[in-house]
């Protein structure tokens, strides 16, 4: 399997040699900011009971 490396800008550097190799999560220090940048939430109430109508009696 071939690995492609896309060539960096002369003088650019990578996120690990900004960071230190560290995940920065200032953004999610408070609880409003996590609920606000999180992508899904599935709870009870989005379900919904399926309902078949058959034609007939019974």
């Keep these: ?3 492609f490396t896309p060539a960096k ?4 550097r ?4 900004i960071t230190g190799s ?3 999560r200032r ?3 408070a609880d409003w900011s996590r609920r ?3 992508e899904n939430r599935l709870t ?3 379900l919904i009971w399926p309902i078949f ?3 007939g009696k019974g």
């Excluded at 990578?14 to 040699?17: A, K, M, P, R, S």
């Design 27 to 29: 953004m999610r220090k």
């Design 1 to 3: 399997m071939n690995k």
């Design 44 to 46: 009870v109430d989005d």
């Design 9 to 12: 800008p002369a003088g650019a």
């Design 36 to 38: 606000l940048v999180q």
């Design 14 to 17: 990578g996120v690990d040699e």
């Design 22 to 24: 560290r995940r920065l």
């Design 53 to 55: 109508v058959v034609e």
